[in-house]
T-cell receptor, first 113, second 109 residues
Framework: DGGITQSPKYLFRKEGQNVTLSCEQN?????MYWYRQDPGQGLRLIYY???????QKGDIAEGYSVSREKKESFPLTVTSAQKNPTAFYLC????????????FGQGTRLTVV | DAKTTQPNSMESNEEEPVHLPCNHS???????IHWYRQLPSQGPEYVIH???SNVNNRMASLAIAEDRKSSTLILHRATLRDAAVYYC??????????FGPGTSLSVIP
């Protein structure tokens, strides 16, 4: 079955450590996105990538980094520079830059203690 | 970027129709109107989208005002599984999408 997979579902890290969240899709989508969601809030865009080896900052990119070495994969690293990293992180993909239907992963809930 | 306004919460009785409103008075001519829904601790799920004409699919119907400044998502018979947060968003591309807090729909058995 085609889809988008995020792992792990839950992640705990100590303050000051970098952590990488995985996102893989087998939908052959060109565009991929990372969003952050805080309790009771909507989604905010962190980074997005429209093609391999290219990505752009979203609205809240500070303290995060990404890579897009393969079409299928778009990992997100939450660095120690991110002041409030505890949140629900969602990865999505779509056919291209023009909006069609976006497919979301099940999310990773990151807790920093 | 165009923004939308939705009620914070709504209630519906099971098996009754639900009309979820969305205002988007600053919509541009190229903005599509999309609806997604999100169950607790899950990623959003696509529901429907449209540009100018009303749209129907197996999940819902989308009614778009003639001036495109508002739209309504219609669930024809609410079930308990329809309880979720519903997002109305506008964009021509996902890098410009604004997901606001949405409408939290409760379905009463």
């Amino acid at each position: 079955d085609g889809g988008i997979t995020q792992s792990p579902k839950y992640l705990f890290r100590k303050e000051g450590q970098n952590v990488t969240l995985s996102c893989e899709q087998n939908l052959n989508h060109d565009a991929m996105y990372w969003y952050r969601q805080d309790p009771g809030q909507g989604l905010r865009l962190i980074y997005y990538s429209q093609i391999v080896n290219d990505f752009q900052k979203g609205d809240i990119a500070e303290g995060y980094s990404v890579s897009r070495e393969k079409k299928e994969s778009f990992p997100l690293t939450v660095t120690s520079a991110q002041k409030n990293p505890t949140a629900f992180y969602l990865c999505a993909s779509s056919m291209g830059s023009v909006y069609t239907e976006a497919f979301f992963g099940q999310g990773t809930r990151l807790t920093v203690v | 970027d165009a923004k939308t306004t939705q009620p914070n919460s709504m209630e519906s009785n099971e098996e009754e129709p639900v009309h979820l409103p969305c205002n988007h008075s600053t919509i541009s001519g190229t903005d599509y109107i999309h609806w997604y829904r999100q169950l607790p601790s899950q990623g959003p799920e696509y529901v429907i989208h449209g540009l100018t004409s009303n749209v129907n699919n197996r999940m819902a119907s989308l009614a778009i005002a003639e001036d495109r400044k508002s739209s309504t998502l219609i669930l024809h018979r609410a079930t308990l599984r329809d309880a979720a947060v519903y997002y109305c968003i506008l964009s021509t591309s996902y890098d410009k999408v604004i997901f606001g807090p949405g409408t939290s729909l409760s379905v009463i058995p």
